[in-house]
């Protein structure tokens, strides 16, 4: 329909589909009162990653880019109760609020935020070469999506679904001459993700709560 805001049509879907959890929520308001800036994933999109890791039967899941923790819930809410969740964060303030924000929701005590670059914590997760991740959902600096990609296959095993955020930028990833590193980075992505015969993947575009943008969702193969 001509006028309709894809936002309006968001908070549609919520009414119908969505259970309410004042967790959730709390998180949100925590987020803005500690200053985080409101880039987690639209309610609708962590529905979908929880959904998906429910698909998955997952029972261990990395996220890279923790922020204050809103889709981390919707992750750990999917997880039985000796699930375990490991989620990445750059950010000592926002590892805090996410702390604190997992303890409300209850599911502090399946996750661990490991803090400092991604990069480094990923290393530290190979070599303690613990049992693969069931799910893997990288939503971080997007310069560095191609070595949390390779990071991720090391940490997988066939069976493993990844999911990466923000990977069509309004549109922005049309274009081959721009010089935003996270444009770049997100192309070269796709570039990595369509060389890797050990995945079978597509992306969806997403707009509503949130700008127009999209998921990368791939399946490991082999
Ligand atoms: N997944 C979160 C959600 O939906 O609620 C949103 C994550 S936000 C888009 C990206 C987060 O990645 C920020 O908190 C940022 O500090 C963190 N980040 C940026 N660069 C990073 C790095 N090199 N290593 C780890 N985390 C990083």
């Known amino acids: 329909a001509d006028g309709v805001d894809p936002g309006a049509v968001d908070a549609w879907i919520e009414a119908k589909l969505l259970e309410s959890d004042p967790a959730l929520d709390a998180a949100l308001a925590a987020n803005e009162a500690g200053g985080l800036p409101a880039i987690d994933?639209?309610?609708?999109?962590?529905?979908?990653?929880?959904l998906?890791?429910?698909?998955?039967?997952?029972?261990?899941?990395?996220?890279?880019?923790t922020l204050g923790g809103y889709s981390t819930i919707w992750?750990?809410?999917?997880?039985?109760?000796?699930?375990?969740?490991?989620?990445?964060?750059l950010e000592p303030h926002h590892a805090t609020v996410a702390e604190a924000n997992l303890a409300r929701a209850g599911v502090?005590?399946?996750?661990?935020?490991?803090?400092?670059?991604?990069?480094?914590?990923?290393?530290?997760?190979?070599?303690?070469?613990?049992?693969p991740f069931d799910l893997v959902f990288i939503d971080a600096d997007k310069?560095?999506?191609?070595?949390?990609l390779r990071a991720a296959l090391v940490l997988s095993r066939p069976g493993t679904v990844i999911v990466v955020d923000n990977v069509v930028r309004a549109g922005g990833v049309l274009d081959p001459a721009s010089d935003d590193p996270r444009i770049i980075g997100t192309?070269?992505?796709y570039d990595a993700v369509a060389a890797e015969p050990r995945l079978s993947a597509t992306a969806l575009q997403t707009i509503g709560a949130k700008p127009w943008d999209g998921f990368l969702i791939a399946l490991v193969t082999g």
């Open 108 to 131: 502090a005590d399946r996750c661990a935020i490991r803090v400092g670059p991604a990069a480094d914590s990923l290393a530290a997760l190979q070599e303690e070469a613990q049992a």
């Open 52 to 65: 998906l890791a429910r698909i998955a039967g997952a029972r261990r899941i990395l996220e890279i880019g």
């Open 75 to 89: 992750l750990a809410r999917a997880l039985p109760p000796e699930g375990r969740l490991v989620t990445l964060e």
């Open 187 to 189: 192309r070269a992505l």
């Open 41 to 50: 994933v639209a309610p609708v999109q962590g529905k979908l990653l929880h």
């Open 143 to 148: 310069e560095g999506n191609v070595a949390y």
